[in-house]
């Protein structure tokens, strides 16, 4: 199975779409699950006090998933975001296992 985040479809350039189209059809090939999820759709598997915006996300994220507070205070601590992609990987897994 793939889970992948994208961005939301008026987002996307040409370019993206055509790289996502193959990618899709190369899993579907070799018979692998492929999921896309925008953002919105990853916050909206948290309560709404958890989709304000990316940091809210992440503490929801924790309240699942304890283990992530490292990961948590890396991230505030950064000047570049690197570990919110953890946390939005760890989201789309999460919400492809609920959408079989």
Sequence with gaps: MVALKIS???KQNQSFREILTDIEQ???LHHIPCYSFTLPQLKSQLPIE???NKAAFME???TLYPELHIEFQKERTNHNSYYIKIFEAIAAARL???TK
Excluded: D, I, V
């Design 26 to 28: 190369l899993l579907f």
């Design 50 to 52: 958890y989709q304000k």
């Design 8 to 10: 939301e479809t008026e």
């Design 96 to 98: 492809s296992l609920t």
């Design 60 to 62: 929801g994220m924790m």
